[in-house]
C-alpha cells in the first residue's frame, strides 16, 4: 500500500467523534506500524508542560526506556530543538542518538506545530536501513498536521 492511500484512513481516525485524543493518536500508530512495512516503532511524543523536555504519548511498537526526552537529547530532543524534521538513514552513524533497540536501524522524526510552536513530534523507528523518502516526509508532515488540529 503507498502512503498516500492511507491518507483517508487518518482523516477517518481524526474525525472520530467517539474516541479521545488518546485513542486516537494510538490508532494512527496501529495503522502505520501494520500497513508500512518499513515502520517498526510509531509513536508520539509532546513537550511535557513547562519544562524543556518531551514525554512519551501513544505508542506502538517494543516498549521503551525513554518515556522523557530533554531537548537537544537524541534525534526527538534535537527536533524539540531546530523545529525540522530529522531523517536519519543509518542510527550508528549519529553522535547524539539514544539507542531503543539494537535492531533499530533508521528513525526519522517530525514535528508537530501549534500556532507556529512546537509542541510535540511523530518518531518511527524501522529495522531496515535507509528506508525513509521524501514521501515518508511528506506523509508524516500531512499527519502532523492532521494531529495539530486535535490539540
Known amino acids: 500500500m503507498n502512503l498516500e492511500e492511507l491518507n ?27 500497513h508500512v512495512n518499513h515502520y517498526d516503532w510509531v509513536g508520539f511524543y509532546f513537550k511535557n508542560g513547562n519544562k524543556e523536555e518531551l514525554k512519551l504519548g501513544p505508542y506502538v511498537g517494543e516498549p521503551t526506556d525513554h518515556t522523557i ?22 542510527v550508528s552513524a549519529q553522535d547524539n542518538y539514544i539507542a ?12 508537530i506545530f501549534v500556532n507556529g510552536e ?13 528506508p525513509f523518502t521524501k514521501a515518508d516526509e511528506r506523509f508524516l508532515e500531512f499527519i502532523c498536521e492532521k494531529v495539530s488540529g486535535l490539540l
Not at 483517508?8 to 485513542?23: A, R
Not at 531537548?71 to 524534521?85: D, L, M, P, T, W
Not at 531503543?100 to 514535528?111: D, G, L, R
Open 118 to 130: 512546537n509542541i510535540g513530534q511523530i518518531d518511527i523507528d524501522s529495522k531496515t536501513p535507509d
Open 8 to 34: 483517508p484512513q487518518i482523516e477517518t481516525v481524526i474525525i472520530n467523534s467517539q474516541l479521545d485524543l488518546d485513542s486516537k493518536l494510538y490508532a494512527i500508530c496501529e495503522l502505520l506500524e501494520k
Open 100 to 111: 531503543c533497540s539494537i535492531t533499530v536501524k533508521a528513525e526519522i522524526v517530525v514535528p
Open 69 to 90: 526526552i530533554p531537548f537537544g537529547k537524541g534525534i526527538c530532543g534535537q527536533v524539540a530543538v531546530s523545529n525540522e524534521n530529522f531523517v536519519v538513514p543509518d
